[in-house]
């Protein structure tokens, strides 16, 4: 096998979440038993990612590096092509192909839409009126990382019937969870779904299992539905499966509007700013 596949994790402080990642790489690996696969980390790993590459490039004379990441943000944007141009001068003879990360195209909002029909039937099917979503994101200095989760809200909105499809994050910018709580009870919901836009477990996901415990308890009238991170979904899986086998192919912004995916054979001729 000349090709091998480096599955690129955050890295977490919690063991739990990078176990997770590993467990995942076998699932992917047993499903591509013909594919050479290595794990690395950015950060918080016991393999970092300039051993990584060295691993991968020693299994073949091709490594594709697949960032497992949702947010395309300063990790994405400047450390992983940093180490890949090191990898490359200590291995003149290995070609090197950076794919996208997971990211948040039409596969992620597919797999939001099935999180939050789950969530609203064990909510028994409310009101879709009275029912508001919260999608929550990570949070990142980055105004185009936070923009993917803003988004994804917006397409959700388009796709469902509810009157309030907001976004919060977990830390490092604005709006905090509390706060859009806070907005959608004023504003009348009396029901709220809450669904994490996180891969894996982690420190921030233990956070926000204590956040909405002690907002059920702050807003007992209130009836809450909190939703689990993505782990090993199957459409995890496609996405990582879409990105080895497109390479550095990078999906175009419009890619879930519903005017290219309902024009399958057209070109793409309409303007998002001005439609009728």
């Not at 690996?29 to 950060?43: Q, S």
């Not at 080895?244 to 303007?271: F, I, P, Q």
Request: proline share 4%; with cysteine; glycine share 8%.
């Amino acid at each position: 096998m000349n090709q091998t596949v480096l599955l690129v994790g955050h890295g977490s402080r919690q063991n739990d979440g990078n176990e997770e990642i590993l467990r995942f790489a076998e699932t992917w690996r047993a499903r591509h038993e013909d594919t050479n696969v290595e794990v690395c980390f950015i950060e918080h790993g016991k393999v970092l990612m300039s051993e990584g590459l060295d691993k991968a490039a020693a299994r073949g004379k091709q490594v594709i590096v697949v960032p497992l990441i949702l947010n395309a943000a300063g990790h994405v944007k400047m450390d992983i092509p940093q180490a890949v141009d090191a990898a490359r001068t200590r291995h003149p003879g290995i070609k090197f192909v950076s794919t996208p990360p997971i990211g948040m195209g039409r596969e992620i909002h597919a797999l939001l839409r099935q999180r939050i029909d789950q969530l609203l039937k064990e909510l028994a099917a409310p009101d879709p009126r009275t029912t508001g979503l919260i999608l929550l994101g990570r949070g990142s200095s980055d105004a185009g990382a936070n923009g993917e989760i803003t988004k994804m809200a917006r397409w959700v909105f388009e796709d469902m019937q509810h009157d309030l499809v907001d976004i919060a994050f977990t830390g490092i910018t604005l709006p905090r969870l509390e706060t859009v709580v806070q907005r959608q009870v004023k504003l009348g919901m009396t029901q709220i779904v809450i669904q994490p836009i996180y891969l894996f477990t982690g420190v921030l996901i233990e956070r926000i299992e204590k956040q909405v415990e002690r907002l059920r308890q702050t807003y007992p009238h209130i009836a809450f539905a909190l939703g689990g991170y993505f782990g090993f979904d199957e459409g995890v899986h496609k996405v990582v499966d879409a990105r080895v086998l497109g390479h550095a192919e990078s999906a175009l912004d419009c890619d879930g509007c519903k005017y290219r995916l309902a024009a399958t054979h057209d070109h793409h001729h309409h303007d998002h700013a001005h439609t009728s």
